[in-house]
């Protein structure tokens, strides 16, 4: 599976953006796929996620960013997408996307070590 994030830039505290995940390759009826971000001088960390197999899908958010992002997917498009709107300074960081063939459990899927396939990463600044 190959991944490229779109969508990054500049927002005000308060704007809205909306990042593209676009997955190529082989594809799975039962896939999860994540954002994950990093800021400088620390480590990466679980945004959301949203996972599917069959007819059901789940998302997950870390509480930094519960009510204010979400998670979504294009299956027609093999696209994921995050809306982030209610942007705070704290949001600025390198943004990746990630994926991996079936449907992990709440407890793997907060952590980067249990996806196989990166994105590039893409950065979001917002501005104060």
């Known amino acids: 599976v190959q991944l490229q994030a779109f969508g990054g830039g500049l927002a005000q505290t308060g704007g809205s953006l909306r990042l593209s995940c676009a997955a190529s390759?082989?594809?799975?009826?039962?896939?999860?796929m994540g954002w994950f971000r990093q800021a400088p001088g620390k480590e990466r960390e679980f945004v959301a996620a949203?996972?599917?197999?069959?007819?059901?899908?789940?998302?997950a958010y870390a509480n930094s960013v519960k009510g204010r992002f979400t998670i979504s997917r294009d299956s027609a498009k093999n696209t994921v997408y995050l809306q982030m709107n209610s942007l705070k300074p704290e949001d600025t960081a390198v943004y990746y996307c990630?994926?991996?063939?079936?449907?992990?459990?709440?407890?793997?899927?907060?952590?980067?070590?249990?996806?196989?396939?990166w994105g590039q990463g893409t950065q979001v600044t917002v501005s104060s």
């Open positions: 390759g082989r594809t799975f009826s039962s896939f999860t």
């Open positions: 990630a994926a991996e063939p079936g449907r992990l459990i709440t407890s793997q899927i907060q952590d980067a070590e249990n996806f196989g396939a």
């Open positions: 949203i996972r599917w197999s069959g007819g059901n899908t789940g998302t």
